[in-house]
């Protein structure tokens, strides 16, 4: 057996639209190797929520109601050095992709796009993260 399929990527997400939360937690719980362990909907309970839940990957709407996803990556540098964010945002901009990639963001993908590029992009940051 292997170690994917033994320990799935546990995936927590960030959006302030609930039902895209509930959607995105339903199809990574189809993936045999990725697993929802549960989302909010706000940056203030982002990383504690996504800690005690023993998230591997956050991921992260760019905007949400109370701060920018800039905001989070910041705390977490100094709070949540296990834990790998890719941002998920309705924005296509080079410059806010490369701002949030500077500030510690394993990745930057666009919501709109197919689950699959999605679930793969999730793949590819669980794989980074575990080869450092």
């Known amino acids: 057996m292997n170690?994917?399929?033994a320990e799935p990527c546990r995936v927590f997400v960030v959006d302030n639209n609930e039902d895209l939360a509930w959607s995105l937690?339903?199809?990574l719980a189809m993936e045999p190797d990725l697993?929802?362990?549960g989302h909010c909907a706000t940056g203030a309970e982002s990383l504690a929520k996504a800690r005690a839940a023993?998230?591997?990957?956050?991921l992260l709407d760019f905007r949400l109601p109370d701060c920018t996803a800039f905001t989070v990556l910041d705390e977490a540098r100094a709070?949540?050095?296990n834990l790998?964010?890719?941002i998920y945002s309705g924005y296509l901009a080079d410059d806010l992709a490369a701002e949030a990639i500077a500030k510690g963001a394993a990745g930057y993908i666009t919501k709109g796009g197919a689950f699959d590029a999605l679930a793969q992009e999730i793949r590819r940051v669980h794989r980074a993260r575990r080869l450092v």
């Open 3 to 5: 170690s994917q399929a």
């Open 79 to 81: 709070t949540a050095a």
């Open 25 to 27: 937690s339903a199809l």
């Open 35 to 37: 697993e929802a362990v």
């Open 54 to 58: 023993r998230a591997d990957v956050l």
């Open 84 to 86: 790998s964010i890719l």
